[in-house]
């Protein structure tokens, strides 16, 4: 990965449906930015332009500043991964979860404060993951969660649902509804290093950058964006009753000890399905049965 001396006006990629719409408030401070001919202003039109707009911006070593929802932060991270270019990136949370921004990089939720840290903040080294054809910044997982992050985005147009709200909602209609779809897997760790080469039956596998994703479920607690490595948590298959009890513990991080959980820390994971499942990553789906992942150590710039 190239790091370069940023060239040029930074550029500001504003997804206007993030945080349901409600995004006035960031326009009106980054005005006065444009005002002042201090920034390139660009406001997304489509899923997937936050992407091709990093990547460009990148190629030209320019500083990029995204404002939005994990999900806007995953388009640009694939972007300027994409390009092959360490550019300075900033984030303003902007979304109605942002885990990656105010969870893992600890940034600010009030948008005066988050705008002056994107533009102002000092530059940190922090690890992204590839996992099979995309890069992620906070993480990906298979299984139940994987589920409920699907419906989730399913009901995020829902008057008066958002946040952990929803995630709680979307959460009890899947696991009631849905939890004869925990997956059947094998999977191992470095190369070997951990294995599990016999099919078992799962609740979820969750393998993260950062400590926590659904809008603050606290999945690894001990996560450190820096340290070159993946958290992985895996949850063996439980019956539905034991799995509504340490649900809610998972906000704060309380099913640390519960002896159907097991932590792990590693640079690659494979992981295989017979049949297709759902994963999510940066809470964007897709349909596997072959997971191959790896950290990136490193990779981002950010302004933290
Ligand atoms: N102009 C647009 N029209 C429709 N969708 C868009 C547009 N621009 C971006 N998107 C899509 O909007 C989706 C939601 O964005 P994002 O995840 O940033 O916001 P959020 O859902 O409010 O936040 P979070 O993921 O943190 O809960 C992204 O998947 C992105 O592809």
């Not at 996560?223 to 539905?240: E, H, Q, R, S, W």
Request: charged letters at 20%; a neutral charge.
């Amino acid at each position: 990965m190239e790091t370069s001396a940023p060239a040029g006006k930074p550029l500001v990629i504003l997804n206007p449906v993030a945080n349901r719409g409600n995004m006035q408030a960031y326009r009106t401070l980054l005005q006065r930015y444009v005002n002042q001919q201090r920034i390139e202003y660009k406001e997304t039109q489509r899923p997937g332009q936050a992407k091709d707009l990093a990547q460009q911006a990148a190629m030209a070593n320019r500083e990029i500043i995204v404002v939005g929802g994990d999900g806007t932060i995953h388009e640009a991270v694939n972007g300027l991964l994409a390009a092959g270019r360490r550019v300075p990136l900033g984030i303003v949370a902007a979304g109605s979860g942002n885990d990656f921004a105010c969870n893992t990089l600890k940034l600010p939720h009030q948008p005066e404060e988050a705008v002056e840290r994107a533009f102002n903040g000092r530059l940190t080294s922090v690890d992204a993951g590839r996992v099979n054809d995309t890069y992620f910044a906070n993480g990906f997982s298979i299984g139940m969660d994987a589920e409920i992050g699907a419906l989730t985005n399913r009901m995020k147009n829902i008057p008066l649902m958002s946040g952990a709200g929803l995630y709680y909602v979307a959460a009890l209609r899947q696991l009631l509804f849905g939890f004869q779809r925990c997956p059947w897997l094998t999977f191992h760790l470095d190369d070997g290093a951990v294995e599990q080469a016999t099919e078992k039956r799962y609740v979820l596998i969750a393998v993260t950058n950062g400590p926590a994703y659904g809008a603050g479920f606290h999945i690894n607690p001990r996560a450190d964006y820096a340290d070159g490595l993946l958290d992985i948590c895996v949850v063996d298959y439980t019956p539905l009753w034991r799995v509504l009890q340490l649900f809610p513990g998972v906000k704060q991080g309380k099913h640390v000890n519960a002896p159907e959980v097991t932590f792990y820390r590693a640079r690659s994971v494979h992981i295989e399905s017979k049949q297709p499942v759902t994963m999510q990553a940066d809470g964007e789906e897709a349909r596997v049965s072959v997971v191959d992942a790896e950290i990136l150590p490193g990779a981002l710039w950010i302004r933290i």
